[in-house]
C-alpha cells in the first residue's frame, strides 16, 4: 500500500471526523517521512505528535519536529537586557515544560516512545523563534508533511489540536492537500514542504531555528524508562472511543424486561433509596438477593445519571461468576477480577476503566466484581484510591467483611453501600457485627426462610434426623481433645474468651473427627439404599477447613477428601449410583459441567459434595439433601438449609427432604449408667446438635419426631434453655 490507497478528504473538522483516528493514524502507517512543525514546545506537545507515528518508528523511518519555545515577559524581558544570554533562557524555558512527574498513563506511554526513538536517531527536534529589530517573537505555525516510499506526499495545515478537548468540545480544521492529486495540489504541497525545510535548515528569513541537544537528552532521562509501546494507538484510542460510544448509549445498570421483582424486592429498594443508598439486606438464602441488589445498583444508577463505580465483592471465585451471569443482564460490562479470571487482562481493563474518568465524559459508569481476597489485595486497593468518581460498594455475604483487616478496608470512600446477607450476625463476634452494621446502615428488609416457605418463595421441606454416635477410639480421642482445649482458653483485649491458635487447631481436630465419625457411612448406606434409583440427590460432608479471606478459592483438606471418595466408592460401586464429586478440586467448567447433567435428571443421580452449600453454590434441582456433617455455626447451617430449599420449576420440586446426621459421643440408652458429672464432660457436642435440630424442626413439615428426639437427647445430657450455651469459647465448644 502507499498514502495513494488511503482515503483522504480535503478537509478535517473534528466535530465531524476524528482527526487522529481518520487521519493520521492511516497515512502515518504509510509513511517513509513525517516533518511537521507543531506550535509551542511543552510536554502537551510532545505527546501530541506521537498520535499515529508507531508504524513509521518501528519502520526505522524519519521524523523532524519544529517547534517554539513559550518565553514569558520575564523571559524577554531579561534577553532584550542582556541578563543571560538567549541560548540559556531559551533552553530553560523549555527544560520548564518537561515535569519530572506525569499522572497520565497515556501521557508516560507516548513520553517513552518519543524519547525511544529520539535515543534511536529516528525522532530530532529543533527549535524555531522569531527574532528582529524589535526583539524575540513565537513561532506557532502549525503544519506538516507526509511522505511515503514512493515519493507521494501528503501536506495539512490548520489548527490541528489533537487533545482530548478538540476531540469532543472545540472546533479545529485541516486542509490537506496531495501531491498526486493535480498540479495545484502539487504545487501546495511543494511549498509546503520546501517552507518546512528552509526552517529546518535555519534559512527562512526572520525565523532563528536552532539545536538544543540538552533538551534532547533531558526528554531522554525523564522519560525513557522501558522498550516502547508500540501499540499505544490501538490500546487509547480504541478505550476512548469505546466509552464515548458507552456514552452515548447511556451505559450503567438497567433492570432488563426480562425480569420482574417481587413485591418484597421493590420494597427493599425503595427503603434502600430513603436511607440515603446505604444499607442492608438481609434475606433469607434463596429469595432472590442477587436479583434484588442488582435491582438496588440500578436504581442508584439511573439516579446519578450513571456517574457511578459499582464494586462487588464475594467470598469465592465461583460465586463471582455466578454473579457474572445476572450482572450481564443488567445492562452491565463487568471487569472480572479475580487469580484465575477468564478476562486475563482485567488488571487493564480495571486500570483503563479508572483511567477513562478523566476522558471524554466523566460520567464513565463501570462495574468491578471480585472475590474478598483480590479486593483486599494490594494491587486492587491502590487502584480503588484512585477512583475518583462515587462508588458503590456491593458486599454478598457481607459477614465475610467482618475480620479485623477487612473491617479495615471500609471507609468513607464509599458514597454508597449494599451487605447482601442470610445472616449478617456474625458467630461469637458481636464486634465485628456491630462494626458491619454501623458501615452499611440500617436494615432496609428481614426477608425470613419461614415467611419465604409460607409466601411459597422457597420449598417446603421434611426433617429427618438420623443419629449416629462415635466408636470407643472416636469417642475416647473426643474427651483428650476436649481436656486439652479447655488448657487454651485467653482472654482477648476486649475482655472476650476466646482460644489461643493451639486451641483453635485442636477445636478444628475434634471438628474433623466428629465430621468423619465412622458409624455414618453404614447409617448414609442404610439410610440411602432405598432411594438409589432417585435422581436430584446430595450427599454433603461438612467442611473442617477454617475460611480465610485471603484465598478466592476454598481448600479441601486431605481428611475431607477421603470421606468423599469413601462415599463416592460407596454410592457408585456398592450401590451402582450414577454420581460424582463437587470440591474445590474441579474448576469452574468442571463445576458448570456436573450442575448441568445434575440437572437433567438423566445421566446423574448424585452429587457428593463439600462446601458448596456454604458457598453459595446454586443447584436448585436438590429434592434430598444427605448432611453428613454440620458446623456450630448457626449462620452456616441455616445457609445451608437455604440453598436446599431453592425453587426449582424445572424438576418441578414441590417438597424438599433433608436428613441430617446427628451425631453424638454415645447412645442415649448409654448415658443413664454414668455419673451426671461424666455426661456433663461429653455434652458439648450434644448441646450443638439439639440447637441444630430445635432449628430445622421449628419449620419443618413433620416435627413431631423431631422434637421427641430432642426431649430425649436434652434428657440425656442435662440440656435445658439455661444451659444451652454453657462452655461456648470463641464460637467453639468446650
Known amino acids: 500500500m502507499s498514502l495513494q490507497d488511503c482515503r483522504i478528504k480535503t478537509e478535517y473538522r473534528s466535530l465531524i471526523d476524528h482527526i487522529v483516528k481518520d487521519f493520521y493514524i492511516p497515512l502515518l502507517t504509510q509513511a517513509a517521512v513525517y516533518k511537521r512543525a507543531v506550535g509551542f514546545?511543552?510536554?502537551?506537545?510532545?505527546?501530541?505528535?506521537?498520535?499515529?507515528?508507531?508504524?513509521?518508528?518501528?519502520?526505522?523511518?524519519?521524523?523532524?519536529?519544529?517547534?517554539?519555545?513559550?518565553?514569558?515577559?520575564?523571559?524577554?524581558?531579561?534577553?532584550?537586557?542582556?541578563?543571560?544570554?538567549?541560548?540559556?533562557?531559551?533552553?530553560?524555558a523549555l527544560l520548564k515544560e518537561l515535569p519530572d512527574t506525569i499522572d497520565d498513563y497515556y501521557a508516560i506511554e507516548?513520553?517513552?516512545?518519543?524519547?525511544?526513538?529520539?535515543?534511536?536517531?529516528?525522532?530530532?527536534?529543533?527549535?524555531?523563534?522569531?527574532?528582529?529589530?524589535?526583539?524575540?517573537?513565537?513561532?506557532?505555525?502549525?503544519?506538516?508533511?507526509?511522505?511515503?516510499?514512493?515519493?507521494?506526499?501528503?501536506?495539512?495545515?490548520?489548527?490541528?489540536?489533537?487533545?482530548?478537548?478538540?476531540?469532543?468540545?472545540?472546533?479545529?480544521t485541516i486542509d490537506v492537500f496531495c501531491n498526486w492529486m493535480g498540479a495545484r495540489d502539487a504545487a501546495r504541497v511543494d511549498k509546503k514542504e520546501n517552507a518546512f525545510c528552509s526552517i529546518w535548515n535555519n534559512c527562512e528569513p526572520g525565523i532563528n531555528v536552532m539545536k538544543f541537544p540538552e533538551i534532547s537528552q533531558a526528554i531522554i532521562t525523564k522519560y525513557k524508562k522501558k522498550a516502547p509501546n508500540y501499540l499505544i494507538d490501538q490500546e487509547e484510542f480504541e478505550n476512548k472511543l469505546v466509552a464515548n460510544e458507552l456514552n452515548k448509549k447511556k451505559q450503567g445498570a438497567r433492570i432488563p424486561k426480562s425480569v420482574s421483582l417481587y413485591d418484597y424486592q421493590i420494597e427493599a429498594i425503595n427503603e434502600w433509596e430513603k436511607q440515603s443508598f446505604c444499607g442492608i439486606f438481609d434475606m433469607a438464602t434463596g429469595t432472590g438477593k442477587t436479583f434484588t441488589g442488582l435491582g438496588a445498583i440500578s436504581r442508584l444508577s439511573e439516579s446519578v445519571d450513571d456517574n457511578l463505580a459499582v464494586i462487588i465483592v464475594c467470598p469465592y471465585q465461583h460465586l463471582v461468576e455466578q454473579w457474572v451471569s445476572d450482572i450481564i443482564n443488567f445492562n452491565m460490562k463487568p471487569i472480572i477480577g479475580y487469580s484465575s479470571s477468564p478476562q486475563k487482562d482485567w488488571k487493564k481493563q480495571l486500570e483503563t476503566a479508572i483511567r477513562n474518568q478523566t476522558y471524554l465524559d466523566n460520567k464513565r459508569f463501570f462495574c468491578f466484581v471480585t472475590t474478598t481476597a483480590t479486593f483486599a489485595s494490594e494491587y486492587v486497593q491502590k487502584q480503588i484510591k484512585r477512583i475518583r468518581k462515587p462508588i458503590c460498594l456491593v458486599a454478598d455475604e457481607a459477614h465475610n467483611l467482618g475480620t479485623e483487616r477487612l473491617l479495615e478496608l471500609l471507609d468513607d470512600k464509599y458514597k454508597y453501600r449494599l451487605a447482601l446477607s442470610a445472616t449478617l450476625k456474625r458467630h461469637f463476634d458481636d464486634i465485628g457485627t456491630t462494626r458491619l452494621c454501623n458501615f452499611f446502615g440500617e436494615k432496609c428488609i428481614e426477608y425470613t426462610l419461614d415467611k419465604a416457605i409460607d409466601e411459597g418463595k422457597l420449598t417446603p421441606y421434611k426433617y429427618y434426623p438420623i443419629v449416629v454416635t462415635l466408636d470407643e477410639n472416636e469417642l475416647q480421642a473426643f474427651q483428650e481433645i476436649t481436656q486439652k482445649m479447655l488448657r487454651c482458653i485467653i482472654t482477648d483485649r476486649h475482655g472476650q474468651c476466646k482460644l489461643n491458635d493451639a486451641g483453635v487447631k485442636l477445636a478444628i481436630k475434634r471438628a474433623r473427627l466428629v465430621a468423619g465419625a465412622n458409624a455414618k457411612i453404614d447409617a448414609l448406606k442404610k439410610v440411602i439404599t432405598p432411594f438409589k434409583d432417585d435422581y436430584y440427590m446430595l450427599v454433603y460432608c461438612g467442611a473442617t477447613t477454617l475460611n480465610s479471606y485471603e484465598k478466592d478459592y476454598s481448600a479441601t483438606n486431605n481428611d475431607d477428601l477421603r470421606q468423599i471418595e469413601t462415599i463416592t466408592r460407596l454410592?457408585?460401586?456398592?450401590?451402582?449410583?450414577?454420581?460424582?464429586?463437587?470440591?474445590?478440586?474441579?474448576?469452574?467448567?468442571?463445576?458448570?459441567?456436573?450442575?448441568?447433567?445434575?440437572?437433567?435428571?438423566?445421566?446423574?443421580?448424585?452429587?457428593?459434595?463439600?462446601?458448596?452449600?456454604?458457598?453459595?453454590?446454586?443447584i436448585p434441582a436438590i429434592q434430598k439433601a444427605f448432611i453428613l456433617a454440620s458446623t456450630t455455626n448457626p449462620k452456616e447451617y441455616i445457609q445451608r438449609r437455604g440453598r436446599v430449599l431453592r425453587l426449582s420449576p424445572q424438576t418441578g420440586k414441590r417438597v424438599a427432604e433433608i436428613y441430617d446426621f446427628i451425631t453424638l459421643p454415645r447412645g442415649i440408652d448409654e448415658t443413664y449408667g454414668l455419673t451426671k458429672a461424666d455426661v456433663m464432660a461429653e455434652a458439648s457436642l450434644a448441646r450443638n446438635e439439639v440447637k441444630r435440630l430445635k432449628e430445622f424442626s421449628r419449620l419443618a413439615m413433620n416435627p413431631v419426631e423431631s422434637y421427641k428426639?430432642?426431649?430425649?437427647?436434652?434428657?440425656?445430657?442435662?440440656?435445658?434453655?439455661?444451659?444451652?450455651?454453657?462452655g461456648v469459647v470463641d464460637g467453639f465448644d468446650v
Do not use: W
Open 571 to 618: 454410592l457408585g460401586n456398592e450401590l451402582r449410583m450414577n454420581v460424582s464429586k463437587f470440591t474445590a478440586d474441579e474448576n469452574i467448567a468442571e463445576r458448570r459441567a456436573i450442575k448441568e447433567h445434575f440437572e437433567t435428571g438423566k445421566d446423574l443421580q448424585a452429587i457428593v459434595a463439600i462446601k458448596c452449600l456454604d458457598e453459595g453454590v446454586n
Open 110 to 172: 507516548r513520553l517513552n516512545l518519543l524519547a525511544n526513538l529520539i535515543a534511536d536517531g529516528i525522532l530530532d527536534i529543533r527549535i524555531a523563534f522569531i527574532e528582529d529589530k524589535n526583539g524575540i517573537g513565537m513561532y506557532h505555525e502549525k503544519m506538516g508533511i507526509i511522505e511515503d516510499i514512493d515519493g507521494n506526499k501528503v501536506a495539512f495545515s490548520g489548527s490541528m489540536n489533537e487533545s482530548v478537548t478538540a476531540l469532543t468540545a472545540n472546533y479545529e
Open 41 to 92: 514546545f511543552s510536554s502537551t506537545s510532545l505527546v501530541q505528535i506521537t498520535k499515529g507515528i508507531t508504524t513509521i518508528a518501528k519502520n526505522n523511518g524519519s521524523i523532524q519536529i519544529v517547534a517554539s519555545p513559550y518565553l514569558s515577559d520575564d523571559d524577554l524581558h531579561a534577553i532584550k537586557a542582556g541578563y543571560d544570554s538567549r541560548e540559556n533562557i531559551v533552553k530553560k
Open 709 to 726: 428426639l430432642i426431649d430425649e437427647i436434652s434428657e440425656a445430657y442435662y440440656i435445658n434453655e439455661s444451659n444451652e450455651e454453657e
